[in-house]
């Protein structure tokens, strides 16, 4: 993680569910590909209970074409009852905000717990390919905003003065059959 101690966990294979993911290979394995079907991930992550409420749950798929790295990033789950766009795979934001004054930040915004079973829609059983889930928790106040807030003066105008904290699992290669 970014710092907060946000759990997250990744799993990949054949007839999946988000309740059940018995068989399936987890974060840091190597799932061979099956001949027929697309498989699923379930990604899943859960807020620190210390820390700021989630925003958005990612897959980044990585692999390499034509002698070059490429890498994709879906959205796969939004906080507040918001779903991906189909076209743009995004989440759309859900409005929280920072209160730069004082650092609080939104309580009524972001979810304590994001869970997503998903498919590739560009998958190619021939490629090989890595995946990992990115969690991203709601903005909060950078640490020299923090320190500008208790000092009473004004941020630093060269540093954005807010972040989001996240976290992100090990891969999972997927191997195509000889």
Request: charged letters at 25%; proline letters at 6%; hydrophobic letters at 35%.
């Amino acid at each position: 993680t970014s710092g907060p101690r946000i759990k997250a966990r990744l799993f990949a294979g054949y007839d999946m569910s988000t309740e059940s993911h018995s068989g399936a290979i987890p974060q840091g394995g190597e799932l061979v590909l099956q001949a027929k079907g697309v498989p699923s991930f379930l990604a899943w992550a859960v807020s620190d209970p210390l820390g700021t409420k989630l925003q958005r749950l990612q897959v980044i798929k990585g692999w390499v074409e034509g002698g070059h790295h490429r890498e994709k990033v879906y959205d796969v789950a939004c906080s507040d009852g918001f779903t991906v766009d189909t076209t743009t795979h995004r989440c759309p934001d859900n409005g929280a905000k920072v209160d730069i004054s004082n650092c609080n930040v939104s309580e009524d915004k972001g979810a304590g717990e994001l869970k997503a079973l998903w498919q590739d829609p560009e998958f190619n059983k021939h490629q090989r390919a890595f995946y990992y889930v990115r969690v991203l928790e709601n903005p909060t106040c950078r640490w020299s905003t923090w320190d500008a807030v208790r000092a009473g003066t004004t941020p630093r105008p060269d540093l954005a003065m807010t972040i989001q904290e996240r976290a992100w699992t090990s891969p999972i290669w997927t191997k195509p059959q000889k």
